[in-house]
């Protein structure tokens, strides 16, 4: 809806689609910022449109796509289109993950699972998956390198999940809608 006594230009109402890079998003903030591909100005993701996505936060240095609308306030993201994890650093895999063979890791499958808990100071958390007992942990680093930054108390999931030494172990987060669509 319009405000009274704004005027909008046939520029701002129609949306282009940018690609780039997450500069910061801040959860609790409820907002954060995507530096475009192509440069210009900083653009605005609001939370809500992360949402509607299907995702609650998205890790700093992740590439996204967007469609963007230009407004007298600055431009802003509409719709997220993609989202791809920061490229790994050329570390070793995580010490949980060293003794895995690399073809328990290929057959893993997507399950679903809710948040249980995760609390990102202490860098890990816990999901439930659908039908099984036990929890499986998430490690934040785990969380990253899927794309995301923080997980929500019952937040709906598609996880990989690996037998490691300590138990179930989550190798991919994936937000529910987005795993949906693969």
Not at 13 to 18: D, K
Request: hydrophobic share 40%; glycine share 8%; aromatic share 8%.
């Amino acid at each position: 809806m319009v405000q009274s006594g704004t005027t909008l230009t046939r520029e701002d109402t129609e949306n282009e689609a940018v690609s780039g890079r997450v500069k910061w998003f801040d959860p609790v903030k409820g907002f954060g910022f995507v530096i475009s591909d192509s440069g210009g100005p900083d653009i605005l993701l609001h939370a809500n449109v992360l949402r509607n996505f299907g995702q609650s936060s998205v890790a700093d240095g992740a590439r996204i796509e967007i469609t963007v609308q230009r407004t007298d306030r600055g431009v802003q993201a509409t719709q997220v289109l993609k989202v791809e994890p920061p490229e790994a650093p050329e570390s070793a895999p995580l010490a949980d993950f060293e003794q895995l063979a690399p073809e328990v890791m290929a057959q893993a499958t997507l399950e679903p699972a809710r948040v249980k808990w995760f609390d990102k100071a202490k860098g890990f958390g816990f999901a439930n998956v659908f039908g099984k007992p036990e929890d499986v942990f998430i490690h934040i680093e785990v969380l990253r390198r899927s794309g995301l930054a923080d997980l929500q108390p019952g937040e709906a999931l598609a996880i990989r999940v690996v037998e490691g030494k300590r138990g179930r172990m989550a190798m991919e987060v994936n937000a529910w809608e987005s795993a949906l669509s693969r």
